[in-house]
Each structure stands twice: as structure tokens, then as C-alpha cells.
């Protein structure tokens, strides 16, 4: 059976993260864009992210150029969006796809664990998949949910102090 923590995925700056590397912690799992109306959730999550980053959480962004060509820059554009128009401090990955042939073997898990729309397609940029801090996909959120609307269901999925 295949684990969240099999996988594996380049960050922006072209190093290889293990998923096993967040094992204990509860994970939001989010596709992102730099020029999507949804951006500006990146200050909602980074905010969660601070608040509960020592309770266990661990937010990752993928950059998706897939909806609307709403990320087409570099990794350097990326980061330059994330961290000086956000503050974003959370892990950031390099552009994947997440729908098609294409799609990275993490959201091809994801989508299958949790399918959401029929076909477990992923509409568009930022769906959140909340992963416990076992690895258990447990809830996937559409890109309309705003970060703070999902804080309940983070502080339940958080790992016991």
C-alpha cells in the first residue's frame, strides 16, 4: 500500500524533499499560483503556519502552472512572490502538475485518497489536502476555502502534546 511518505518532491530552491521528512507532523499539502484571484490566501496559510508550526503543523506549497497559466515564472520568481509579498516562511516545492499524464505521483496519491469532484480531478489552484500526523489523507478542501476556515479541522488533526 503506498504511504504519503514514499514520496518525494524537488523544493524550489532544486534540493529533493522526502515527505518522510514530515512524518509525526499533520500536513497541509496545497497547489499554488502567483497570479491566481486565490493568491492572496498565502497570508491566511502563513498564518497558520505560524501559529501552529510548534504544535506539529507543516504547510507545503507546489506551484502549479496548469489552471489558467497562473504561475509561469521561475523558481526565483516564485520565491520572490511567496516570501517578499507574503512572508511566506513554509516549505515551497518546484512547479508540478497535478491533473494529467503529467501530474506528480504525490497528487495522483492524493487525488485517489481523496477524490473531491468527480474524477478527482483538482479544479483549480490552492486545494488543500490535509494529511494527519500518522500520514492518513484525511480532508481535502476546495480552492474557495480560506485558510482560516479550515483551522478547526488543522487543531483536530494535530498531533497529541
Known sequence: MTSFYQ???????????????????????????SR???TPQYAGLETLYRKYADQGL???????????????GSADDIAQTCHINYGVSFPMFGKVEVNGAAAHPLFRYLKEALPGIPGGR????????LIGHDGTPLKRFAPITAPEKMESAIVAALPAR
Open 7 to 33: 514520496f518525494t518532491a524537488p523544493l524550489l530552491n532544486g534540493q529533493t524533499a522526502s515527505m518522510a521528512d514530515y512524518a509525526g507532523r499533520t500536513v497541509l499539502v496545497v497547489n499554488t499560483a
Open 36 to 38: 491566481c484571484g486565490f
Open 58 to 72: 507543516v504547510i507545503l506549497g507546489f506551484p502549479c502552472n496548469q489552471f489558467g497559466r497562473q504561475e509561469p
Open 122 to 129: 483538482i479544479k483549480w489552484n490552492f486545494t488543500k489536502f
